[in-house]
């Protein structure tokens, strides 16, 4: 059973920084893809960044595309958001995701597997 945890939220001014980390157990992600939503209140949740376990591909949202980084740590199991010059647009509960593809899927019911998400919020 793979599961997902999630860490690094928080409250932050705008113009900061965060690093959101999400640790893999049950499963090596070599063949799979993972990525960020988000969910801000009263919104649909929306795809933030994903990537290829296997080589490394990734793809941002527009809204996110020179502020945001996705990353992995390989021995680590672990995926990684680093949040760079956040708005209070980006405050939301961010979760980690999952699926058994090597591509990057863009619509949440793509995705197998998902964490519990973690609150980021930016002050004005």
């Known amino acids: 059973q793979v599961q997902l945890l999630e860490s690094g939220g928080g409250l932050v001014q705008a113009g900061g920084s965060l690093r959101l980390s999400c640790v893999v157990s049950?499963?090596?992600?070599?063949?799979?893809?993972g990525g960020w939503f988000r969910q801000a209140p009263g919104k649909e949740r929306e795809f933030v960044a994903g990537l290829s376990w296997s080589d490394g591909t990734t793809y941002y949202e527009r809204f996110v595309e020179g502020r945001f980084t996705i990353s992995r740590d390989n021995a680590k199991n672990t995926l990684y958001l680093q949040m760079n010059n956040l708005k209070p647009e980006d405050t939301a509960v961010y979760y980690c995701?999952?699926?058994?593809?090597?591509?990057?899927?863009?619509?949440?019911?793509?995705?197998?597997?998902w964490g519990r998400g973690t609150q980021v919020t930016v002050s004005s």
């Open positions: 995701v999952a699926r058994t593809s090597r591509a990057i899927a863009l619509t949440a019911p793509d995705y197998n597997y």
């Open positions: 049950g499963h090596t992600l070599g063949t799979y893809a």
